[in-house]
């Protein structure tokens, strides 16, 4: 007789084909009804809520009353919550993102009895390699999941392990979450559905049968009970039970399981649906912006330089409540109706927002609290580095081991007229600020024999604040007494420069006071011809010809290609008569700066795409001590359904294979990809922030789709994939839909598109180093002077191992790492002890200033 275990369950994407409040409408309805329902009918044994908790808060929001009845519920052990949040993309988020999705549901779970043990994985589109290692480390043995599971697996269960060894036993549900859906009214009618499914995946099965007895948004069938009992009395080859996860998961067999290790990726039995990573860049680049400002910046920065008692804690909550809500996967994947795609660009802007502003204080703090007058450069960073900075210096004229970007005079302008003549001067005045970087900050009128004399004190900064349309009105009044008097008016500012300076040794989580300093470092040098850029440690020319740079001789990086899709939100898919466009009609290039600090050439290249004329203008730019070349191109986008690539070329090439971040790990892929009877393999694979292919490092700002071309010779990174259908029906390269088959507007991409990437050919390069220097600047703060903070030091020094986190906790601070290579290494912490505690705080060791982290290990440490 084979055990049916039926786990009763709606899946709830909280927004996809239609807005969350449309979905939340349709959930208080269902839970309304079912909570009370469930209540009664004590056959009806479980329900799983969908193993995430923003569920149970977006429910109890609208009705609060029902806590009591939920909180019954669960403690009587027949609903289930969490371990999750969210249910999320594993792949398009950052390992933290998940790491507080996690905390956070079951921080929330836990006012509820506490969360389901397992970690319910249902329609993730596959999962990263280092999971087995996070749900260990929340005390968790089990999982379920279904896309993303390789043909090497053969049972319906495997034992699945992280790079480090952590391993978890996963439930695979060959057919997916719903294979139990629809329960019909009628026992018979179950028994033969229960039967036909046996012969579909009985090869799988090593004992039992896990029934999912739900689908998306589905109601709960009252029927249940009734229903299962009659079966069980009516025949003898199954044994039907409605239980729940962690009961069915308790004595599955364990013995013969297959094992796998590392990240599921393959399409082989079900859609992994490999397109979204590049659907909707907007939205991946508006993710990689919060995050990077909540985990990069803000959350370090306030932890190291706020005092504990001012700890933004109820700041830093509100902005990664928008993240983790975000990061759901039809959310982050933005495979949604455009209006739901509109609130999550609007939860990730509120989150960056909330994040820089903390940062900018912390900042200020540090300022406010140094000894000596002067600029201060701050390091949001682990390492200690060099790097550029912008300072605005009185006075005028060169300065030293510096480059100028603008002077001030000290005459801004000088105007003589008649009074009646006055308003077309004042009317350019709108406000104190008058333009990008000079505010008004006060105006003096003296009155003569004949005239007025007007002075309009100007500054970079504003220095005080006043009403500028009462001086105004004061104005017109004075110059309206007598109109055909001379005025004479003059804009004074304190001469000024803003000027680019390199500092350099900036200690990790630290501070250095600025001085003024001959350059250390070779200047970047623009060629004499206008087409190149130099700096003693890397080399790029332009090639008139097509807009492609070479990088110290090799050429051919930045290859614009472009060609249709006629696939959709999920799919990437060419038409049968495909048009690629990768050679522009014309080039021109022109100096933006010449050095010695930076040095940008502005490249602009004009294509056609389909019948319609496109500009697309790309900046490249050279800094001195750098080993990179960084890019920045923008465009008009004023066609649909098309993928745009830059294609760079891999200088050691050909190669067998490519490295590229994910979430706590580098992961090591082929150059092909597994599909199946449902989806064709492609190897577009995702990178968080960076991808390796030999001496090649590209690192980006949420460019996550890249692939390796040319039998391993170049690598393509998607800027763009544009189209109009949130799923179609019978994709060549996807037979089956991935959702409802909806005309979208937003995926198109109409408009102003932007990528922000940079590239190494150093083979010794850092790439976790060249992420922070592409994109994680040095800050800069005047500093009065008065306080006790020297001129440089650090405020936590961390080595040995990347830094994911450093927040506070309670009165200390709370510090999470990885180790990325496959060799144990020794983390530091200088003279600070501690313990190593798991994701959810318990204790596991005490340490004394370091510890060894095993080879790919992740490890949370309170100091």
Same mark, same amino acid.
Request: hydrophobic share 45%; proline share 7%; glycine share 8%.
């Given at each position: 007789?084979?055990?049916? !275990?039926?786990?009763?369950?709606?899946?709830?994407?909280?927004?996809?084909?239609?807005?969350?409040?449309?979905?939340?409408?349709?959930?208080?309805?269902?839970?309304?009804?079912?909570?009370?329902?469930?209540?009664?009918?004590?056959?009806?044994?479980?329900?799983?809520?969908?193993?995430?908790? !923003?569920?149970?808060?977006?429910?109890?929001?609208? %009705?609060?009353?029902?806590?009591?009845?939920?909180?019954?519920?669960?403690?009587?052990?027949?609903?289930?919550?969490?371990?999750?949040?969210?249910?999320?993309?594993?792949?398009?988020?950052?390992?933290?993102?998940?790491?507080?999705?996690?905390?956070?549901?079951?921080?929330?779970?836990?006012?509820?009895?506490?969360?389901?043990?397992?970690?319910?994985?249902?329609?993730?589109?596959?999962?990263?390699?280092?999971?087995?290692?996070?749900?260990?480390?929340?005390?968790?043995?089990?999982?379920?999941?279904?896309?993303?599971?390789?043909?090497?697996?053969?049972?319906?269960?495997?034992?699945?392990?992280?790079?480090?060894?952590?391993?978890?036993?996963?439930?695979?549900?060959?057919?997916?979450?719903?294979? /139990?859906?629809?329960?019909?009214?009628?026992?018979?009618?179950?028994?033969?559905?229960?039967?036909?499914?046996?012969?579909?995946?009985?090869?799988?099965?090593?004992?039992?049968?896990?029934?999912?007895?739900?689908?998306?948004?589905?109601?709960?069938?009252?029927?249940?009970?009734?229903?299962?009992?009659?079966?069980?009395?009516?025949?003898?080859?199954?044994?039907?039970? &409605?239980?729940?996860?962690?009961?069915?998961?308790?004595?599955?067999?364990?013995?013969?399981?297959? +094992?796998?290790?590392?990240?599921?990726?393959?399409?082989?039995?079900?859609?992994?649906?490999?397109?979204?990573?590049?659907?909707?860049?907007?939205?991946?680049?508006?993710?990689?912006?919060?995050?990077?400002?909540?985990?990069?910046?803000?959350?370090?920065?306030?932890?190291?330089?706020?005092?504990?008692?001012?700890?933004?804690?109820?700041?830093?909550?509100?902005?990664?409540?928008?993240?983790?809500?975000?990061?759901?996967?039809?959310?982050?994947? $933005?495979?949604?109706?455009?209006?739901?795609? *509109?609130?999550?660009?609007?939860?990730?802007?509120?989150?960056?927002?909330?994040?820089?502003?903390?940062?900018?204080? !912390?900042?200020?703090?540090?300022?406010?609290?140094?000894?000596? $007058?002067?600029?201060?450069?701050?390091?949001?960073?682990?390492?200690?580095?060099?790097?550029?900075?912008?300072?605005?210096?009185?006075? *005028?004229?060169?300065?030293?081991?510096?480059?100028?970007?603008?002077?001030?005079?000290?005459?801004?302008?000088?105007?003589?007229?008649?009074?009646?003549?006055?308003?077309?001067?004042?009317?350019?005045?709108?406000?104190?600020?008058?333009?990008?970087?000079?505010?008004?900050?006060?105006?003096?009128?003296?009155?003569?024999?004949?005239?007025?004399?007007?002075?309009?004190?100007?500054? $970079?900064?504003?220095?005080?604040?006043?009403?500028?349309?009462?001086?105004?009105?004061?104005?017109?009044?004075?110059?309206?007494?007598?109109?055909?008097?001379?005025?004479?008016?003059?804009?004074?500012?304190?001469?000024? %420069? %803003?000027?680019?300076?390199?500092?350099?040794?900036?200690?990790?989580?630290?501070?250095?006071?600025?001085?003024?300093?001959?350059?250390?470092?070779?200047?970047?040098?623009?060629?004499?011809?206008?087409?190149?850029?130099?700096?003693?440690?890397?080399?790029?020319?332009?090639?008139?010809?097509?807009?492609?740079?070479?990088?110290? /001789?090799?050429?051919?990086?930045?290859?614009?290609?472009?060609?249709? *899709?006629?696939?959709?939100?999920?799919?990437?898919?060419?038409?049968?008569?495909?048009?690629?466009?990768?050679?522009?009609?014309?080039?021109?290039?022109?100096?933006?700066?010449?050095?010695?600090?930076?040095?940008?050439?502005?490249?602009?290249?004009?294509?056609?795409?389909?019948?319609?004329?496109? @500009?697309?203008?790309?900046?490249?730019?050279?800094?001195?001590?750098?080993?990179?070349?960084?890019?920045?191109?923008?465009?008009?986008?004023?066609? /649909?359904?098309?993928?745009?690539?830059?294609?760079? #070329?891999?200088?050691?090439?050909?190669?067998? +294979?490519?490295? $590229?971040?994910?979430?706590?790990?580098?992961?090591?892929?082929?150059?092909?990809?597994?599909?199946?009877?449902?989806?064709?393999?492609?190897?577009?694979?995702?990178?968080?922030?960076?991808?390796?292919?030999?001496?090649?490092?590209?690192?980006?700002?949420?460019?996550?789709?890249?692939?390796?071309?040319?039998?391993?010779?170049?690598?393509?990174?998607?800027?763009?994939?544009?189209?109009?259908?949130?799923?179609?029906?019978?994709?060549?390269?996807?037979?089956?839909?991935?959702?409802?088959?909806?005309?979208?507007? /937003?995926?198109?991409?109409?408009?102003?598109?932007?990528?922000?990437?940079?590239?190494?050919?150093? #083979?010794?390069?850092?790439?976790?180093?060249? @992420?922070?220097?592409?994109?994680?600047?040095?800050?800069?703060?005047?500093?009065?002077?008065?306080?006790?903070?020297? *001129?440089?030091?650090?405020?936590?020094?961390?080595?040995?191992?990347?830094?994911?986190?450093?927040?506070?906790?309670?009165?200390?601070?709370?510090?999470?790492?990885?180790?990325?290579?496959?060799?144990?290494? &020794?983390?530091?912490?200088? #003279?600070?002890?501690?313990?190593?505690?798991?994701?959810?705080?318990?204790?596991?060791?005490?340490?004394?200033?370091?510890?060894?982290?095993?080879?790919?290990?992740?490890?949370?440490?309170?100091?």
């Amino acid at each position: 007789m084979r055990r049916v !275990a039926i786990v009763p369950h709606t899946h709830w994407d909280r927004e996809w084909y239609a807005p969350f409040q449309t979905f939340r409408l349709r959930l208080v309805e269902l839970l309304d009804s079912f909570l009370p329902a469930l209540e009664r009918d004590l056959s009806y044994a479980h329900f799983l809520l969908d193993g995430q908790m !923003a569920v149970v808060d977006d429910y109890l929001e609208v %009705r609060p009353e029902e806590e009591e009845r939920l909180r019954r519920l669960a403690a009587s052990g027949r609903l289930s919550m969490g371990p999750w949040y969210i249910l999320m993309d594993e792949f398009l988020v950052s390992g933290e993102t998940i790491v507080r999705n996690l905390q956070r549901g079951l921080t929330r779970a836990a006012a509820f009895g506490g969360a389901s043990p397992v970690g319910y994985l249902p329609d993730m589109f596959g999962h990263i390699a280092q999971m087995p290692q996070l749900l260990q480390q929340a005390g968790m043995a089990h999982t379920v999941v279904w896309r993303g599971v390789p043909s090497a697996v053969d049972r319906n269960a495997f034992w699945w392990s992280a790079p480090d060894g952590s391993t978890v036993r996963a439930e695979f549900m060959p057919k997916g979450y719903g294979n /139990g859906a629809a329960i019909p009214d009628d026992a018979k009618a179950l028994v033969r559905r229960i039967a036909a499914h046996d012969a579909e995946v009985g090869s799988f099965l090593l004992d039992g049968m896990l029934w999912m007895n739900g689908t998306d948004h589905q109601v709960p069938q009252p029927w249940l009970g009734r229903v299962v009992a009659e079966a069980n009395d009516i025949q003898s080859d199954y044994r039907l039970e &409605v239980t729940s996860l962690a009961a069915y998961l308790a004595d599955a067999p364990t013995e013969g399981l297959p +094992s796998w290790t590392g990240e599921l990726r393959s399409g082989a039995m079900s859609n992994l649906l490999m397109g979204v990573g590049s659907n909707r860049v907007d939205v991946k680049q508006a993710a990689a912006r919060a995050e990077r400002s909540l985990e990069r910046r803000a959350e370090p920065l306030c932890a190291l330089f706020f005092p504990a008692s001012s700890w933004p804690g109820s700041l830093l909550d509100l902005a990664w409540r928008e993240v983790i809500r975000n990061s759901a996967h039809d959310s982050v994947c $933005a495979c949604s109706a455009d209006e739901a795609v *509109d609130a999550v660009l609007v939860r990730y802007a509120e989150a960056r927002q909330i994040a820089e502003g903390l940062a900018a204080r !912390a900042v200020d703090a540090v300022g406010a609290s140094m000894a000596n $007058a002067g600029v201060v450069v701050v390091n949001a960073s682990p390492r200690t580095r060099g790097g550029l900075v912008e300072l605005l210096l009185p006075g *005028d004229g060169p300065v030293s081991g510096a480059q100028v970007l603008r002077s001030r005079t000290a005459t801004l302008a000088e105007h003589r007229l008649s009074g009646r003549e006055l308003g077309g001067i004042l009317g350019q005045i709108r406000s104190q600020q008058l333009d990008e970087d000079t505010y008004v900050n006060a105006i003096r009128v003296e009155e003569t024999d004949d005239g007025l004399d007007i002075v309009i004190e100007a500054d $970079a900064r504003l220095r005080t604040e006043f009403l500028v349309e009462e001086a105004k009105r004061d104005l017109y009044a004075r110059a309206g007494a007598n109109p055909d008097a001379p005025v004479r008016v003059r804009i004074e500012q304190p001469p000024s %420069r %803003r000027v680019l300076v390199r500092v350099d040794d900036v200690p990790g989580f630290g501070w250095k006071l600025w001085e003024m300093a001959p350059a250390t470092v070779e200047p970047v040098v623009v060629g004499d011809d206008g087409m190149s850029m130099a700096n003693g440690l890397v080399s790029a020319a332009v090639d008139s010809g097509d807009g492609t740079f070479s990088v110290d /001789g090799v050429a051919g990086f930045d290859r614009l290609v472009d060609s249709l *899709d006629c696939g959709d939100t999920y799919n990437y898919c060419p038409p049968e008569n495909d048009v690629v466009v990768d050679t522009p009609s014309s080039v021109d290039v022109r100096v933006l700066e010449r050095g010695p600090i930076r040095a940008r050439l502005e490249v602009t290249r004009s294509f056609t795409w389909q019948d319609r004329a496109v @500009v697309v203008v790309t900046v490249l730019e050279l800094q001195a001590g750098e080993r990179a070349v960084r890019v920045h191109t923008t465009f008009d986008n004023p066609v /649909g359904d098309h993928r745009l690539r830059a294609v760079f #070329p891999i200088p050691d090439g050909p190669v067998s +294979s490519s490295s $590229a971040e994910c979430a706590f790990a580098v992961v090591t892929r082929g150059l092909t990809a597994e599909g199946g009877p449902s989806e064709l393999g492609l190897p577009t694979f995702p990178s968080r922030r960076f991808v390796r292919a030999g001496a090649l490092t590209v690192v980006h700002e949420g460019l996550l789709e890249y692939e390796v071309v040319d039998e391993g010779r170049a690598l393509a990174l998607t800027l763009l994939r544009a189209t109009g259908m949130l799923s179609r029906v019978e994709l060549a390269y996807r037979p089956l839909p991935a959702g409802p088959p909806i005309p979208l507007d /937003g995926p198109q991409m109409l408009g102003r598109c932007e990528a922000r990437y940079a590239v190494c050919t150093d #083979p010794d390069a850092d790439p976790f180093a060249l @992420v922070d220097d592409m994109f994680l600047p040095l800050e800069v703060v005047s500093a009065p002077g008065g306080g006790t903070r020297p *001129d440089t030091g650090s405020a936590l020094s961390v080595t040995g191992a990347e830094v994911s986190a450093v927040v506070r906790v309670d009165d200390g601070l709370e510090v999470r790492v990885f180790n990325p290579t496959p060799s144990p290494t &020794v983390v530091s912490f200088g #003279p600070q002890s501690g313990w190593l505690v798991d994701l959810v705080g318990r204790p596991l060791a005490p340490f004394d200033g370091s510890f060894e982290l095993r080879a790919f290990g992740i490890a949370t440490a309170r100091l």
